[in-house]
């Protein structure tokens, strides 16, 4: 009888340790998923308020109202959305050179600047103008189809218009570390073969003003008079063929950051019922709009 009893003590002992320890298992989980709960309410409120900060500078572009027009060369505004900081830039890409369009001069002068190299300036300058020109002759140093072929691509060169920024990666030999330094300079919509100085950001002033072989010339007009009226803004602002802007916003909550990019034309005809199109939205900054220097991030 004692026997049994010192049985059953023993496993009900047992059993309560049991309970013990899945109760304990039990609440770690559970502190566990309120945590993860409270990172994920983090993330979605980031990214709510960095998505609003688009919209907010895309309202300020197409504003006819708006008393001080939002700075277009990439500095940086705040805004707030349901208390979190957003930080937005827009820059005009009239602002950057287009790979399309510049001159082979203008290339050459930003690419010396950037890559501080002057022999892989040249090569990447013409392999730049050997991808868009159409025809087969090969730049002194660039690069055409059977260039490709030697180099065992599957492709040659496209004898067209670049379509995205990022298609520079396909250049023979062109490496990352020299796309990521390139990348906050140019653009496929710049429509010129200039950078336009007025809206230009700081980096791209540095790149143009310090060299005695660029073509770019610094218009000594004020971007704006100092008393703007709202109607001549808008009929500058779409004067253009086309307006493009890139809009960069990041909002921060708890531990996590939020980066949007969106890439807007505005319209200026009411062929479609629409003051703007997005052309590109991005879940991340393709580089850092604001960063004066040109070293490139490492969370690209
Ligand atoms: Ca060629
Ligand atoms: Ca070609």
């Known amino acids: 009888m004692r026997r049994m009893r010192g049985f059953a003590l023993i496993t009900t002992v047992g059993l309560i340790a049991l309970a013990a320890i899945i109760a304990l298992n039990y ?9 993860i709960s409270t990172f994920e309410l983090d993330r979605i409120q980031a990214r709510e308020a960095a998505e609003s900060g688009i919209w907010t500078a895309l309202k300020e572009l197409v504003s006819t109202q708006a008393e001080e027009p939002w700075p277009t060369n990439s500095t940086a505004q705040r805004v707030a959305f349901n208390g979190i900081e957003i930080e937005v830039a ?11 369009t510049a001159s082979s001069a203008n290339l050459d002068t930003v690419l010396e600047y950037v890559l501080d190299d002057a022999a892989r300036a040249a090569q990447i300058r013409d392999l730049i103008l050997d991808w868009r020109d159409p ?20 492709y040659g060169a496209k004898d067209a218009a670049f379509h995205v920024r990022e298609e520079l990666q396909l250049l023979l030999n062109l490496s990352l570390d020299e796309y990521r330094k390139i990348a906050p300079y140019v653009t496929v919509h710049g429509q010129s073969n200039s950078a336009n100085m007025r809206v230009a950001p700081d980096r791209m002033l540095n790149a143009m003003q310090f060299s005695p072989t660029s073509e770019a010339r610094i218009d000594a007009t004020p971007l704006r008079p100092a008393n703007p009226s709202p109607r001549s803004a808008f009929r500058r602002r779409f004067a253009r063929q086309r307006s493009v802007y890139e809009i960069f916003a990041k909002a921060k909550k708890g531990a996590v950051t939020s980066n949007v990019s969106a890439t807007v034309e505005l319209q200026s005809t009411g062929r479609t019922n629409s003051l703007y199109t997005v052309i590109e939205w991005r879940e991340s900054w393709p580089f850092d709009p604001t960063d004066p220097t040109d070293q490139p991030k490492d969370e690209f």
């Open 135 to 154: 025809d087969d002759n090969t730049q002194p140093f660039g690069a055409e189809d059977s260039d490709y072929r030697a180099n065992d691509y599957a």
């Open 27 to 35: 609440s770690q989980t559970v502190r566990q998923e309120i945590k």
């Open 90 to 100: 827009a820059q005009d890409l009239s602002g950057l050179l287009d790979l399309n």
